[in-house]
């Protein structure tokens, strides 16, 4: 039997995907597996529960800047909370699955870069021209790729992956599927690599 | 320099705290501190936050009762859901402060014999009999405690309690905090246990 792919859903906005991103893809890996990225909106999320984004609510915003500071000097990564945040990751999202139709490896690539640029050089990656740099920096050209994200087919796509997303219950990002076991957050990634090891309890 | 202590804080329907309640004495003292039990009541937190229980949240609920299900699996702990759950700790938390101005230990004692009735045994902590049951259980007179939950200094000091909680930045069960520095949730007790192994970063 195949082994089983990690849904692994996520949005630029959320520095926890951040996180998971970097790890996700050695983690499945070490698993025979691999993960099937999927950028989708918490906005439309939040519309769906009635919440808001962590760094909109009493107490809670504090909180989150610190606790991912905290992460970030663990893990040793440079964060910074960029002037941006919460960012609109919607055109970095169409950007990812223009890409991933032509080549699935470099769709992953960008995305990583995306997360890089805005939460490592805290540039506003809700702005097209920013994703023009990212684009550049890597080869791509950004103006067939502003297009792509213009396409019609590109962002019915992001819809539905956002819709298939809520369906199958993601509320907050990172938040993984394997089979039908949900893991949100980048803090249950060792629960979901303890799950693959045991093929579930 | 002594030892900083913890402030734990818990609400009895969060079954996050319960983990945390099993297990933040040992961790205490393995780093020659001790922590400070605080019970307060979330439902006063959700009217500051605009929050909700997790339960009361779509999608959120479903997948709370599943990763409470696996974390208990993961520790070993035969967890219910109660059908109580979300429960009302009001009572519970005055009298674990009845308690805590006779005996701290007691009050411990008590606190984690009510967790224990609420999230194994299923019981409706919220009512007054039930909590006189776990009372008399400890040996405890099940009269004189409720007398004491009715003291004006009791309800007083829980609501105090809940506010400086509140104060604190504490939106959410468990929240324990060392000095400055916030850990919120049964799954940051690695990083706190960190923050105490290093004395900080």
Known sequence: MPATPIDF???FASPYGYF???EIDDLAARHGTHAVWRPFLLGAVFKHT???????VPLRGAYFKRDVARIARLLDIPLVIPPSAPVRGVTASRA????DGQDGALAKRFALAVYDAHWLEGR???QGEELAAVATALGLDPAAMAAGCDLPE????LRQETDEAIARGAFGSPYCIVGDEPFWGWD??????NWL???GW
Chains 1, 2 share one sequence.
């Not at 990812?96 to 890409?99: A, E, P, Q, S, T």
């Not at 590109?154 to 796509?157: E, S």
């Open 124 to 126: 506003d990656i809700g």
């Open 9 to 11: 859903y996520f949005d």
């Open 20 to 22: 998971a991103a970097r």
């Open 96 to 99: 990812f699955y223009w890409l």
């Open 188 to 193: 249950r990634l060792p629960m979901l690599e």
């Open 154 to 157: 590109i962002k019915d796509r």
């Open 197 to 199: 090891a045991q093929g």
């Open 50 to 56: 009635g919440s808001a984004p962590n760094l909109a």
